[in-house]
């Protein structure tokens, strides 16, 4: 069974940073783009940014492209995210979700984990 | 960056009814869309890929339909646990969402 399991999250004032995690498990990651999608609290979704199974192909929203840096380690199943400069804007539940390519093109995303709680407030 | 727009915002149906959700974009995704359905406190889950193709599990109630710029998401016969938040997703141009459409019991 295919599990993505996010964490990371937590309560940080604004202009500071956060770096979130997904643990992969039940599939073979390097395998795989992946990606972080964000639901603010009572809103809808929003796609943060994703990575191509090499990490040779990354891609980011312009509403967090030169804040946020999205990583992998295959050899540990595991997918990153780092939030630098946060805003109260960037307060969300970020879900980590996998692709069914390696490449970040024509990506929908299937299974998503449970997220993980990002709130930014002094 | 290309916008995706749901209608109706809410739609009540009764059990048993067909539900019909709508899904626009504003230019053409081909069939680059899924659908999602997401339920309250839960992580979404997708439904449809390729505008009409149904993910693993999927019962077959759930269709989807369309090309272009016009996409539509039928539910025949709901049943309770189809009550839920729907939302579309291209994928044709980098990736958009839909602002979701609530689906609730009538």
Same mark, same amino acid.
């Given at each position: ?5 996010? @964490? ?40 943060? @940014?994703?990575?191509?199974?090499? @990490? ?14 999205? @990583? ?51 | ?19 019909? $959700? ?19 406190? %839960? ?29 539509? $998401?039928?539910?025949?016969? $709901? %049943? ?9 997703? %291209? ?7 839909? %602002?979701?459409?609530? $689906?609730?019991?009538?």
């Amino acid at each position: 069974e295919v599990q993505l399991v996010e @964490s990371g999250g937590g309560l940080v004032q604004p202009g500071r940073s956060l770096r979130l995690s997904c643990a992969a498990s039940g599939f073979t990651f390097d395998d795989y783009a992946m990606h972080w999608v964000r639901q603010a609290p009572g809103k809808g979704l929003e796609w943060v @940014s994703g990575i191509s199974w090499n @990490s040779g192909s990354i891609g980011y929203a312009d509403s967090v492209k030169g804040r946020f840096t999205i @990583s992998r380690d295959n050899a540990k199943n595991s997918l990153y995210l780092q939030m630098n400069s946060l805003r109260a804007e960037d307060t969300a539940l970020y879900y980590c979700a996998k692709a069914p390519l390696k490449w970040l093109l024509r990506n929908w995303f299937d299974p998503w984990g449970q997220g993980t709680l990002v709130t930014v407030s002094s | 960056e290309i916008v995706m727009t749901q209608s109706p915002a809410t739609l009540s149906v009764s059990p048993g009814e067909r539900a019909t $959700l709508s899904c626009r974009a504003s230019q053409s995704v081909s069939s680059n869309l899924a659908w999602y359905q997401q339920k309250p406190g %839960q992580a979404p889950r997708l439904l449809i890929y390729g505008a009409s193709t149904r993910a693993t599990g999927i019962p077959a109630r759930f269709s989807g339909s369309g090309s272009g710029t016009e996409f539509t $998401l039928t539910i025949s016969s $709901l %049943q309770s646990e189809d009550f839920a938040v729907y939302y579309c997703q %291209q994928y044709n141009n980098s990736r958009t969402f839909g %602002q979701g459409t609530k $689906l609730e019991i009538k």
